[in-house]
C-alpha cells in the first residue's frame, strides 16, 4: 500500500469528495486508512450506570485507498504514487514533479 500514516491525502469519492485530511491510521491488510476529521459516522452508545444518559458518538470511519489521492509537498497537487529503487531500498515518488516521498 503506497499511502501511510501522517500522509495529507484528499477524497476522490464518497460523502467528503474534494477535501482534505492527514491519515491518522493505515490498514495495510485490508487496503484501509482514517483520514483525521472526515467520514464521520455515529454511534449510538448505551448508558454505562443506572442515571446515566445515552448519548452519540461520532468518530471517523475506514476509507478504502482507492477513494484517497495523495497531496504532493513541492507540487501540492493531488497525485499518484510511483515506486523508484535505491540500491536496495524503495522510495514513494510523485508522478507529476518526481519527488520523492520521505
Same mark, same amino acid.
Do not use: W, Y
Given at each position: 500500500?503506497?499511502?501511510?500514516?501522517?500522509?495529507?491525502?484528499?477524497?476522490?469519492?464518497?460523502?467528503?469528495?474534494?477535501?482534505?485530511?492527514?491519515?491518522?491510521?493505515?490498514?495495510?491488510?485490508?487496503?484501509?486508512?482514517?483520514?483525521?476529521? $472526515?467520514? $464521520?459516522?455515529?454511534?449510538?452508545?448505551?448508558?454505562?450506570?443506572?442515571?446515566?444518559?445515552?448519548?452519540?458518538?461520532?468518530?471517523?470511519?475506514?476509507?478504502?485507498?482507492?477513494?484517497?489521492? $495523495?497531496?504532493?509537498?513541492?507540487?501540492?497537487?493531488?497525485?499518484?504514487?510511483?515506486?523508484?529503487?535505491?540500491?536496495?531500498?524503495?522510495?514513494?515518488?510523485?508522478?507529476?514533479?518526481?519527488?520523492?516521498?520521505?
Amino acid at each position: 500500500m503506497k499511502i501511510k500514516k501522517d500522509d495529507k491525502v484528499v477524497i476522490i469519492a464518497g460523502k467528503d469528495k474534494g477535501k482534505t485530511g492527514k491519515v491518522m491510521h493505515a490498514f495495510p491488510k485490508d487496503k484501509q486508512v482514517i483520514v483525521e476529521g $472526515l467520514n $464521520l459516522m455515529k454511534k449510538h452508545v448505551r448508558p454505562k450506570k443506572q442515571g446515566e444518559s445515552g448519548q452519540i458518538i461520532e468518530f471517523p470511519a475506514p476509507l478504502d485507498v482507492s477513494n484517497v489521492k $495523495l497531496i504532493c509537498s513541492k507540487c501540492n497537487e493531488a497525485t499518484r504514487v510511483g515506486i523508484e529503487r535505491d540500491g536496495k531500498n524503495k522510495k514513494r515518488v510523485c508522478k507529476k514533479c518526481k519527488k520523492k516521498f520521505e
